[in-house]
């Protein structure tokens, strides 16, 4: 699985979004690749870290094969991880 992770400015974290990066790594197997995502690029997922819930950043140039999932709370990872458990079952 590819993940390509979108981050917003940062201007107004209100969680740790390096804390949701690290639990995705774990849950991965080693075969699964994490990185900044790229325009021109299709990803299996593509996770956008949005460090408030203004939601601010711009993923509309973005391709993923299954879903964007767009998270602006720790509470939100949880969404993710569903999403991924039921490719990865597929």
Do not use: H, W
């Amino acid at each position: 699985m590819k993940i390509g992770i979108k981050y917003c400015g940062g201007c107004n974290p209100t969680y740790d979004r390096t804390e949701v990066v690290s639990k995705l790594k774990k849950r991965l197997s080693e075969s699964d690749s994490i990185e900044t995502a790229n325009q021109g690029i299709i990803y299996d997922i593509v996770v956008i870290l949005c460090g408030c819930n203004k939601a601010c950043a711009n993923y509309e140039n973005l391709e993923s094969k299954y879903e964007k999932v767009c998270i602006s709370s720790e509470k939100d990872s949880i969404k993710l991880f569903d999403i991924i458990d039921k490719i990865k079952l597929s």
